[in-house]
């Protein structure tokens, strides 16, 4: 299995294997292992015991210190914008945001989130493939100052475009679906407590 790299956006321990095991099924990592004592993984739960064995617990949660600097700030920047866009946008006396209007602060909103995630995300991502093979990183800093030294600035902000793109009618879906959701559910409760 040759150099891999993590796919940003997941985030829970599971994604050491599931990532691992879906880049070698894809073809995107050769199946040859470049160093013998390193198994093949055969799937997201052979990457998960053969993680599990040889580096125990930690390893499943590696890169999760980064990812919580990565979701803490970018959460805050998710639900603030969107409460900003919906009430700039709401024309007065409206007592509800319009599903147009829902639509749009949910997507700018998750752009604005992920663009200042990405950062960390790459940090994250990094961090996680690390221990693959080796360990290059002594932890969340070393891996922001190797990567810095390394390759500048701009390393942090690879996948930014796409991560904020794809932000967009993610986040425009999910804010969505969620506002629909709880009037359906108010109108329903309104129904059966007069």
Same mark, same amino acid.
């Given at each position: 299995?040759?150099?891999?790299?993590?796919?940003?956006?997941?985030? &829970?321990?599971?994604?050491? @294997?599931?990532? *691992? =095991?879906?880049?070698? %099924?894809? #073809?995107?990592?050769?199946?040859? $292992?470049?160093?013998?004592?390193?198994?093949?993984?055969?799937?997201?739960?052979?990457?998960?015991?053969?993680?599990?064995?040889?580096?125990?617990?930690?390893?499943?949660?590696?890169?999760?210190?980064?990812?919580?600097?990565?979701?803490?700030?970018?959460?805050?920047?998710?639900?603030?914008?969107?409460?900003?866009?919906?009430?700039?946008?709401?024309? &007065?006396?409206?007592?509800? @945001?319009?599903? *147009? =209007?829902?639509?749009? %602060?949910? #997507?700018?909103?998750?752009?604005? $989130?992920?663009?200042?995630?990405?950062?960390?995300?790459?940090?994250?991502?990094?961090?996680?493939?690390?221990?693959?093979?080796?360990?290059?990183?002594?932890?969340?800093?070393?891996?922001?100052?190797?990567?810095?030294?390394?390759?500048?600035?701009?390393?942090?902000?690879?996948?930014?475009?796409?991560?904020?793109?794809?932000?967009?009618?993610?986040?425009?879906?999910?804010?969505?679906?969620?506002?629909? =959701?709880?009037?359906?559910?108010?109108?329903?409760?309104?129904?059966?407590?007069?």
């Amino acid at each position: 299995m040759g150099q891999e790299q993590r796919l940003p956006g997941l985030s &829970d321990p599971l994604e050491i @294997p599931w990532t *691992s =095991s879906t880049m070698a %099924a894809s #073809g995107n990592v050769k199946l040859k $292992s470049t160093v013998p004592e390193f198994p093949v993984y055969r799937g997201p739960i052979h990457c998960f015991r053969t993680v599990l064995q040889k580096e125990g617990i930690a390893g499943i949660y590696r890169g999760v210190g980064a990812m919580l600097l990565r979701d803490v700030p970018g959460y805050c920047l998710y639900f603030i914008p969107y409460t900003f866009f919906c009430g700039w946008i709401t024309p &007065d006396g409206c007592i509800s @945001p319009s599903p *147009s =209007s829902i639509w749009l %602060a949910g #997507g700018v909103a998750g752009a604005i $989130s992920w663009g200042t995630a990405t950062p960390m995300d790459v940090v994250k991502s990094r961090l996680q493939a690390d221990g693959v093979y080796l360990n290059k990183y002594k932890g969340t800093l070393d891996c922001i100052l190797q990567s810095y030294q390394n390759e500048g600035l701009k390393v942090f902000f690879r996948g930014i475009t796409v991560n904020a793109v794809r932000g967009f009618p993610m986040s425009s879906a999910m804010f969505l679906g969620y506002e629909l =959701s709880l009037k359906a559910m108010k109108r329903g409760q309104t129904e059966t407590n007069p």
